[in-house]
């Protein structure tokens, strides 16, 4: 008997018992669907982390204090230890030709009404370089200036959709706006307008009710009648060694407050927050499916149980089959070949349908997702193992029947 016709009897044996065959799929489908969702799910999220960072800013670097280690004897921080200017002027002086800017970022909150509607408003104080630092887009007009922060001038970058909500599509460069921040006004005349790019990190939807601006850092110690900063925001030039010149910068400030080895100061980067959230979700990613790998063991022995249960129901089928000369390689051939067309089948759909859930998601999370050939092959590949692995031993079982014992079964 060969391969076609072998083919034939195990579709027709497929055929006669259709429920029973998809319910043995199903443990299949289920788990290469899982898989499949999943690891393209993963890897898109990866994707996306990756470009976010990208758009961010690889090079981007903090450094801060470490608040809750030791700084002096009584184990906390002093004011001492805050960065000042001269820090700032020193880091310039000493790294500036490799850096794209450094700045402090200080925050101030606000509001803005508009008939009864009272707008939350984020005020960062920032140097005339922040926007080397920050992928900051202009819309319309300019970015700070440095004159603007030596002589600490009340202008703003504000928001596009700041600018569409109270400027009505006029031209906002020029105009002024007036917040409440605390016990006073601050009143700004606008210079620019920025665009704000969605953020995956944020992962819910944005207050529409909460705009950010920029103005000079100088301007917002004025109000808070504070002058030093807790952290730096540093973005290195391309080419640079990014670790190696954030450690300098943070051994600068160490000298330059006497803390040497007093682990006070702290720097973080871009690229090892970046390698921190990739470690996250790929182990999660691998976790995960290692779980829904379970439903193909179970899906396996599945197969494995009914091939044993077609056997027995076959035992009369498969000793006429010896007695009209098949031997046993050919009934062991026909029962292999039964097994690999179910999982491979159900290999197929759960394919198909883990495609379909990994699109499915990533419009619920907005991402896109990353299904690659290397794993839909695998997939398909696995689900075929299966078939041979777990039919093997049905297989034989009905190969090695007595064809006198198979011909007397009841």
Same mark, same amino acid.
């Given at each position: 008997?060969?391969?076609?016709?072998?083919?034939?009897?195990?579709?027709?044996?497929?055929?006669?018992? !259709?429920?029973?065959?998809?319910?043995?799929?199903?443990?299949?489908?289920? %788990? =290469?669907?899982?898989?499949?969702?999943?690891?393209?799910?993963? +890897?898109?999220?990866?994707?996306?982390?990756?470009?976010?960072?990208?758009?961010?800013?690889?090079?981007?670097?903090?450094?801060?204090?470490?608040?809750?280690?030791?700084?002096?004897?009584?184990?906390?921080?002093?004011? &001492?230890?805050?960065?000042?200017?001269?820090?700032?002027?020193?880091?310039?002086?000493?790294?500036?030709?490799?850096? &794209? %800017?450094?700045?402090?970022?200080?925050?101030?909150?606000?509001?803005?009404?508009?008939?009864?509607?009272?707008?939350?408003?984020? =005020?960062?104080?920032?140097?005339?370089?922040?926007?080397?630092?920050?992928?900051?887009?202009?819309?319309?007009? /300019?970015?700070?200036?440095?004159?603007?922060?030596?002589?600490?001038?009340?202008?703003?970058?504000?928001?596009?959709?700041?600018?569409?909500?109270?400027?009505?599509?006029?031209?906002?460069? #020029?105009?002024?706006?007036?917040?409440?921040?605390?016990? +006073?006004?601050?009143?700004?005349?606008?210079?620019?307008?920025?665009?704000?790019?969605?953020?995956?990190?944020?992962?819910?939807?944005? @207050?529409?009710?909460?705009?950010?601006?920029?103005?000079?850092?100088?301007?917002?110690? /004025?109000?808070?009648?504070?002058?030093?900063?807790?952290?730096?925001?540093?973005?290195?030039?391309?080419?640079?060694?990014?670790?190696?010149?954030?450690?300098?910068?943070?051994?600068? $400030?160490?000298?330059?407050?006497?803390?040497? #080895?007093?682990?006070?100061?702290?720097?973080?980067?871009?690229?090892? +927050?970046?390698?921190?959230? @990739?470690?996250?979700?790929?182990?999660?990613? !691998?976790?995960?499916?290692?779980?829904?790998?379970?439903?193909?063991?179970?899906?396996? $022995?599945?197969?494995?149980? $009914?091939?044993?249960?077609?056997?027995? &129901?076959?035992? /009369?089928?498969?000793? =006429? /089959?010896?007695?009209?000369?098949? @031997?046993?390689?050919?009934?062991?051939?026909?029962?292999?070949?039964?097994?690999?067309?179910?999982?491979?089948?159900?290999?197929?759909?759960?394919?198909?349908?883990?495609?379909?859930?990994?699109?499915?998601?990533?419009?619920?999370?907005? =991402?896109?997702?990353?299904?690659?050939?290397?794993?839909?092959?695998?997939?398909?590949?696995?689900?075929?193992?299966?078939?041979?692995?777990?039919?093997?031993?049905?297989?034989?079982?009905?190969?090695?029947?007595?064809?006198?014992?198979?011909?007397?079964?009841?």
């Amino acid at each position: 008997m060969n391969i076609m016709e072998s083919i034939r009897m195990a579709l027709s044996a497929i055929k006669s018992n !259709k429920m029973r065959t998809f319910l043995t799929m199903l443990g299949i489908i289920i %788990g =290469i669907s899982s898989v499949i969702a999943l690891v393209g799910l993963g +890897q898109g999220s990866k994707k996306a982390m990756t470009k976010e960072f990208e758009n961010t800013g690889v090079n981007r670097a903090y450094v801060y204090l470490n608040e809750g280690m030791e700084g002096d004897s009584n184990g906390m921080v002093t004011d &001492e230890d805050m960065i000042t200017h001269n820090d700032m002027n020193i880091i310039e002086r000493v790294y500036g030709s490799k850096l &794209e %800017g450094v700045s402090p970022v200080l925050s101030l909150g606000g509001s803005m009404n508009q008939g009864r509607v009272t707008y939350n408003i984020n =005020i960062s104080g920032v140097t005339e370089k922040y926007n080397k630092i920050e992928n900051i887009k202009m819309a319309s007009g /300019r970015f700070l200036s440095g004159e603007d922060v030596v002589n600490e001038r009340n202008v703003a970058v504000i928001e596009q959709k700041m600018a569409e909500k109270f400027f009505k599509g006029e031209d906002p460069v #020029g105009k002024m706006i007036t917040m409440d921040t605390g016990d +006073q006004s601050q009143t700004y005349r606008v210079v620019g307008t920025f665009t704000k790019p969605k953020a995956l990190l944020t992962m819910g939807a944005s @207050n529409k009710n909460t705009f950010d601006i920029y103005t000079p850092y100088t301007q917002v110690e /004025r109000i808070t009648g504070e002058n030093t900063f807790s952290y730096l925001d540093i973005n290195v030039k391309e080419g640079e060694n990014i670790k190696r010149t954030v450690k300098g910068i943070v051994n600068i $400030i160490e000298r330059k407050h006497g803390s040497v #080895g007093k682990n006070i100061y702290m720097m973080s980067t871009a690229e090892s +927050q970046l390698k921190m959230v @990739n470690n996250v979700t790929g182990n999660l990613t !691998k976790f995960i499916s290692a779980i829904a790998a379970i439903s193909l063991l179970v899906g396996g $022995i599945g197969i494995m149980n $009914i091939m044993l249960v077609s056997v027995t &129901e076959r035992t /009369r089928e498969i000793g =006429i /089959r010896k007695a009209l000369g098949a @031997n046993k390689k050919d009934i062991l051939r026909q029962f292999m070949i039964e097994a690999i067309i179910v999982s491979g089948c159900g290999g197929i759909i759960g394919i198909s349908l883990g495609i379909g859930f990994s699109y499915l998601g990533a419009l619920v999370i907005k =991402i896109q997702p990353s299904i690659s050939l290397t794993i839909v092959l695998g997939a398909f590949l696995f689900s075929a193992m299966i078939g041979v692995f777990f039919g093997l031993y049905p297989a034989n079982k009905a190969a090695k029947l007595n064809t006198i014992d198979a011909l007397r079964y009841e």
